[in-house]
């Protein structure tokens, strides 16, 4: 896959792409990763990139022609996206990163200051993204952000095929419990199952871990996520652990959904 970064401030991506998987993905081919300084696109003498705002009002926004100029410059095919980080944009999910994923190249813009002129947002993105309802200085971060996420799941990078497919998120769920030696720590021992070396039995536990902690952390997933009458069948016992009687149901099928959206929305006015 290649990744084409437009940014202000190209220096700020090189120890983190330099490292780690990102550094074993591109040695090995897999990915290959640009950045793009936005200045080498402006065409005065000063090189500048912003201007201010029509109309009044503080700070600076970024100006088309270095933004088109350099994306021209990429010849990037019809149906490269060309994504924005901007906190107006789509929140990033997994579900977002698999969709940039199955692309062969993508273009990452890096807003900075005020934001872009209008016109690139209208007649150049084809896609904005916010990694969060919060303001950073910039979009370098975010892009970082996004890159990581993508380049995981392209197979090959990571170094289990399948170590993506057991993420928080790829299975709608988020992540179970994890353990590594010592099987004892200051009393605290692995659970029994994990170091029975039954694959079923583990795989049914991390499977209930997974669904435990999705449903006392984000239980809003369950509303989407895939569940088998066993995994619904486990949650009607964790709704029961709840103490209240309007919890201690029988849940099959669509009641199930009708409990979590319950639950959900209960979560929610309670905060």
Known sequence: MKVHILTLFPEMFASYFGESMLKRAQEAGLVHITTHNIRDYATDKHRTTDDTTYGGGAGMVLKPEPLFAAVAALHPTPTTPIILLTPQGRPFSHAVAQELAAHEEMVL???R???VDERVREHLITAEISIGDYVLTGGELAAMVVVD???RLIPGVLGAETAA???SYATGLLEGAQYTRPEIFQGWAVPAVLRSGHG???GRWRREQALRRTW????ELLLTAVLTEEDKRFLAVLAGEGGSEKWKVKVKGEKCRRLLTYFYFSLLTFY
């Open 149 to 151: 996420a993508v380049a």
């Open 200 to 202: 079923a039995n583990i």
């Open 165 to 167: 497919d057991d993420d």
């Open 113 to 115: 200051y005020e934001g």
């Open 109 to 111: 813009v890096c807003g």
């Open 216 to 219: 006392q952390r984000r239980p």
